[in-house]
Structure formats: C-alpha cells, structure tokens
C-alpha cells in the first residue's frame, strides 16, 4: 500500500507536468524539449527519495505536484525560454546572463531559488563558482552565461579537441571547487559532470546550488545512484557523500562515462519520447531496478574498475572513504599532475604507465 501511495503521488507530478506542457510544445525552443526527458529523470530520483524516506507520502507529496505554473511562452530578441524544470524556468538575457525565476509562487517552487541564492552569497565570487549576477535578489538568480555550457555535454561533443593536459587540468580544477564549498561548509548534495560549466577560458566552475545544504539548512536532496554514498537517507548529507559523488564525477570526466551507466537498457527513441504514462512509468521501473542494483554493488564494497585511469587511486579513495576531505584529494591530484609533468608518468588520455614501475 505504501509503495502504491508513493508511486501515486509520483504520477500526479507526471501527469500534472504533461498535461501542462503539451499546449507549449510547439511554442518553446528545441531545448526546452529536452526538459520532458530531464524532468523524467529527476521523477525517477524524487521517487528514490520517497522510498528511502522514513516520512509518510503525505508528508513529501506536497514537493512532488504541480499545481501551477506561470511560463512566459513569449521568445524576444532579449529573452529566450532555454529549459522548464521541476521548480524553475531558465531563460537566457541578451546572451550573456542565466536567470532561473520559480516556476510559480508557490513555497515549493520559491524555496531552492532562495537557497541556492543564499549560498552563492555565502561563496562570493570565486574562479572555481559560477559568476553570480543578482546580489540582494532572492525572488531570482542572475548567473553568467557560459556559451560552452556544462562539462559533461562538452566532452561527450568534443572528444577529438580534449587534450591529456585539458582533462588533467580539468580533474584537478573539479576538487578545488569542491574544497572551496567545503571550506563554507556547503555539501553540495548533486555533484556530477553536468553540474560543472566552463568559461572562455575552458576552466571549470561549479553551479546549481538549488538543491545544497548549508549550515542550518538540511538538503533537499540527493544524487543519482550512480554518484550516490549508500547511507541513512533521512540523515543530513556529508562532506562524505560529497567525496563519494566527486569520486564518481572525477569517473566520468576520464572514463567519459558515468559509473556503471552499462546496466541502464538502451530505450529506443520512441520509448524515449513517448508521453504516454504507461511507457513512462515502465521506464521509471526498469531505471529503478538498476538503480537499486548499483547502490546493492556500492553497499557491497564493488567499484568500477579504475586501474589503469588517470587519478584512479584518487576515484577509489573516494568511493572506499580512506579520502576523507576534498583538500586531501587536491594534494594527491597535484602530486600526480607534477608527476606527469615531471614525466615520471605517461598520460595518454585516459591512460597512465610508469616505465617499470606498477601504480600500487
């Protein structure tokens, strides 16, 4: 009966979501297409999060149904309608500013847009944080707009221009942002290579907040099961689970895959793009399973293989906790990067050898 209940308050989002967007479609760029397929996933992670949670649907459903939504379909030479997610639009100003408003008035959709803008304030700037625009607002946020978008869509598209100098400096530029939030006691509870920009100048900055825990304020979240530390869900996130989903995004910028991401069936394209609920709500299920296959291997003490990629004994240190702070992570990540400098170490992409000399 529970999981009927927690399924029930998922579909009613689902529903709520398609129901509404339909009309739009046709209106809305060819991004915002891409939100129907963004926003199943994170259906599927908000179900992970009720069937780990001790609280009774009625008591999380509320954070689930949408009720209203108030969408500027209007596209002007100045402002474009980029994405419509769970609780927020994104538009993008005069091509240079991302501005994320609530997707409505309501306290749900409020909320992360007032947290996320409360911990870019507690950050300030920084090379290694988006550049945020709208200091003192709280009703939005203002952030640069990075033209060559997130780190995990750049690698996937560009493959043939990634240098070993490129990702190696991007390996070590991802766990200095991860010890500059730390240091403000910020667990960022969603890392992963999506949420990494790059700026004109190719280095990383890390974003979306919307999501984080900062000091008094639990989060209102977690990660996918690939980048998630088995725990105590009802618990607050970690600089542990922090450090386990960093393992896992340090993975996927060097495997250029995500952790065990094999499991998931290949859905074809009309299964893909399907509304129908019944296809969607098989899909969810089907994901599910290999989510809860993926946490059971975690639990297990069972990793992907990392040996011959570059900073796997960092990955692993990560994933088995013996890494216990993101500024142990950087001293290790900067010793290796000397010694490939030093050519003590041959990097070759995601490969590194040590002439005679095993890695252990």
Known sequence: MLRWQIWSTLWSYVSHFLRYIN?????LTQSVGTALDEDVEQCRTLERQLHHSSKSPSEESSHFIIEEYSIATEQTSNRKLLRIGIFAQVHLLDG?????????????????ILREAT?????????????????????????????YGDLAAYTQNNKDKITPDLQSKWFQQIIEAVVKIHEHDVVHSDLALRQFFLDDDLNVRLGDFNSSQYPGHVAL????????????????????SDLFALGST???????????????????EDVMRSKDHTVIRARIQRQ???????????????????????????????????ISSAKDALVQCMALVGDVQDGNIEYKG???????????
């Open 23 to 27: 009309p739009f479609q046709s209106k």
């Open 96 to 112: 240079t500013v991302i501005r994320k408003v609530p997707c409505s008035e309501s306290e749900e959709h409020k909320q992360p």
């Open 119 to 147: 911990i870019y304030a507690i950050l300030g700037q920084h090379p290694r944080i988006a550049q945020y625009l709208s200091h003192g607002k709280t009703d939005y946020i203002d952030i640069k707009y990075y033209p």
């Open 221 to 240: 979240g977690y990660e996918k099961a690939s980048h998630c530390l088995p725990r105590d869900y009802d618990s607050p996130n970690t600089v542990m």
């Open 250 to 268: 340090l993975y996927e910028l060097v495997a250029g895959k995500a952790p065990y991401s094999e499991l998931y069936p290949v859905e074809p």
């Open 288 to 322: 599910q399973q290999v989510d809860l296959e993926i946490e059971a291997r975690y639990k297990d003490g069972h990793f992907p293989d990392v040996a011959c990629l570059f900073g796997g004994k960092i990955i692993l240190g990560c994933w088995e906790g013996s």
């Open 350 to 360: 995601t490969l590194q050898t040590r002439s005679g000399i095993g890695f252990d």
